[in-house]
């Protein structure tokens, strides 16, 4: 392994990640997360825990977002990346970084999202919201597991 690349199963996670955007299937994704994953979203202040929760954001998003597209990668170590994306929210376009760290087995243990503009970060909440929020407010009450 290079200075600057990915541990090999976290590489094969990645892999897998691509796949499930492509696809939207979340059996693609279930795999790929951590029981233990955290996910930190652009609009809420606190993060959110647990794989049931992160399955949904994550499986709301790739629905929501639309003409998304990666750009670049960027690995900051063997078991941390960062992914450059766009993509439209109605009728804004936005750019992003997802930050991914795997753990040790590979698997999704962090995933955070950075979202700009402003504007089309408010888009994406409000149809976030209007998706899932019941929903992901069910799961954080009944204490998802960490």
């Known amino acids: 392994m290079t200075a600057n690349a990915l541990a090999d199963q976290a590489q094969r996670t ?20 951590s029981e233990r994953i955290v996910f930190r979203s652009p609009v809420v202040h606190t993060p ?62 962090e995933f955070e999202v950075l979202v700009r503009p402003f504007k089309a970060l408010e888009a994406l909440n409000a149809a976030m919201t209007a998706r899932i929020g019941p929903e992901l407010a069910r799961l954080k009450q009944a204490g998802a597991p960490a």
């Open 48 to 109: 959110i825990p647990g794989k049931p929760a992160t399955m949904l954001v994550l499986g709301a998003v790739v629905q929501i977002f639309q003409d998304f597209q990666y750009h670049r990668t960027f690995v900051a170590g063997a078991h941390d990346v960062a992914l450059e994306f766009s993509a439209k929210v109605d009728r804004f376009d936005l750019k992003g970084l997802d930050l991914i760290r795997f753990d040790a087995d590979g698997r999704m243990i």
């Open 14 to 33: 990645l892999d897998g990640w691509h796949r499930f955007v492509a696809s939207g299937d979340q059996a693609d994704l279930a795999p790929l997360l």
